[in-house]
């Protein structure tokens, strides 16, 4: 496949003051790692970013350490293939720069692909880049995303989304899965997986995956309740007792209050809470493991694969298999092929 591809293609990152530096970074250093990997092993493509700002020079960014980038002038007669908008702390940030806004806009119409990294997704928003897309953006943004541009389809839970030429990711390190889709696209599967391991990522996840689990939520709420330590003991005894009876009684509670405290907190039932941290574990096994179905389903603490088949469908909306095909990582196959 490689012998098919172009020597070079111009990668344009579009940045303006207030940009976050990972956001920009990640991409940006599995493109440059891409360009040499896929030259040690004989491929031809090469990756030429390019980062560029309305007015060039220097540009502060959200984590206090200027930039300095071209204009986006210089790029005035050459080709670019791919253009990408990181993103930025402040939301406001991003739209604010109305030159770069129209540039990306006219330029995006002859660009073989458009992307956005976590709040990128505002400015090609406010390009008109997104109007009757599916997108993804940082999970504490969606709602805004959503209530701003009302042509816009977000997708709250994906770790990046494509729709059509147009691709976006979620919350910051997603940019690096996003840039390893990319390059897969372009390189073939064996390039993309050479880049996670030089870069260090253990897991390559796939687009569909989600980005906000019911582990995150609990790490999330403050460490001075029981609930906190009480979630933490549920991952580590998937197979007990979780009924309310037990988890009130791990909580030294009475069960009709835990009950309705726990709601309180936590927006949703003790029950939704197990079968959530259930489903987080169950992902996490059929991704990285070659362990069959019925060993996860035990381990995880839902007795039997109908059931868990059950939640999957439920909450996921595949079947477990269906999401292993999916989504399984690069280190569950190889482990997959040392056992055969």
């Known amino acids: 496949m490689a012998s098919r591809l172009k020597l070079e293609r111009r990668i344009a990152i579009a940045v303006y003051p207030g940009v976050s530096l ?146 976006s990711s979620a919350g910051v390190t997603t940019g690096i899965d996003l840039a390893l889709a990319l390059i897969e696209e372009d390189c073939g599967r064996e390039t993309a997986i050479g880049v996670a391991r030089v870069l260090v990522v253990y897991l390559k996840r796939a687009g569909g995956q989600s980005q906000y689990s019911a582990l995150l939520a609990a790490q999330a709420e403050s460490e001075a309740n029981n609930f906190a330590e009480l979630e933490r003991w549920i991952i580590e005894n998937l197979r007990a007792d979780l009924s309310i009876e037990s988890l009130a009684d791990h909580a030294h509670m009475s069960p009709r209050n835990f009950a309705r405290m726990y709601a309180k907190k936590r927006g949703r039932t003790p029950a939704k809470a197990v079968e959530a941290i259930r489903i987080d574990a169950a992902r996490r096994r059929l991704e990285e493991s070659a362990n069959g179905v019925d060993a996860i389903a ?43």
Request: hydrophobic content about 40%.
């Open 22 to 167: 990972l956001d920009l970074g990640g991409p940006l250093e599995a493109f440059r790692v891409a360009s040499e990997f896929a030259g040690t092993r004989g491929g031809r493509l090469n990756y030429k970013c390019s980062v560029v700002s309305s007015r060039g020079g220097q540009v502060p960014t959200a984590d206090g350490v200027p930039l300095v980038a071209d204009s986006i002038r210089s790029l005035d007669r050459i080709e670019i293939d791919t253009l990408i908008v990181p993103g930025a702390f402040l939301v406001e940030d991003v739209t604010r720069d109305v030159e770069l806004i129209k540039w990306v806009a006219k330029r995006a119409a002859k660009c073989r692909r458009v992307c956005s990294v976590c709040v990128g997704s505002f400015m090609l928003a406010a390009a008109g880049l997104l109007n009757g897309r599916r997108a993804a953006t940082h999970w504490m943004h969606t709602q805004l995303l959503a209530r701003q541009y009302p042509d816009v389809k977000v997708e709250p839970d994906a770790i990046f989304v494509r729709d059509g030429r147009v691709w």
């Open 298 to 340: 035990d381990a995880c603490g839902f007795g039997t694969a109908e059931t868990m088949r059950r939640a999957f469908l439920r909450i996921v909306r595949v079947p477990p298999s269906a999401y292993r095909g999916r989504f399984r990582s690069a280190l569950g196959r190889d482990d997959r092929r040392r056992s055969a």
